[in-house]
């Protein structure tokens, strides 16, 4: 089973920029797609980014095409998020994610998602 943590989060400026990482232990994350999500409270998780296992695929939620973006290092068992041009109504919790897939280049459904981190907090002020 795979255990992940977050970090990178932190307060910014509407504009700025954060990169987040996910750092995976236990098992190697090159048998897991792996994503990103987010929530504020009293609202839903929602869907931001997630790439296939060998980082050929990736997609994204509308709102953050263009400004953020996903990527993997399978040797260091991490996955990060560049956000820029962050905006205050992106402040939520950002939660990494993992599904184990057999799938290569194929993306998950956006619920098969199964293992999580604890989530860390980005606060964008404006």
């Known amino acids: 089973q795979v255990q992940l943590v977050e970090s990178g989060g932190g307060l910014v400026q509407a504009g700025g920029s954060l990169r987040l990482s996910c750092a995976a232990s236990?098992?190697?994350?090159?048998?897991?797609?792996m994503a990103w999500f987010r929530q504020t409270p009293g609202r839903e998780r929602e869907f931001v980014s997630h790439?296939?296992?060998?980082?050929?695929?990736?997609d994204y939620a509308d709102s953050v095409k263009g400004r953020f973006t996903i990527s993997r290092d399978n040797t260091k068992n991490t996955v990060y998020l560049q956000m820029n041009s962050l905006k205050p109504e992106e402040t939520a919790v950002y939660y990494c994610a993992a599904r184990q897939t057999s799938y290569i280049y194929n993306l998950p459904k956006k619920n098969e998602y199964d293992y999580w981190g604890q989530g860390t907090q980005v606060t964008v002020s404006s």
């Open positions: 236990g098992r190697t994350i090159s048998i897991y797609a």
């Open positions: 790439i296939s296992r060998s980082g050929r695929s990736t």
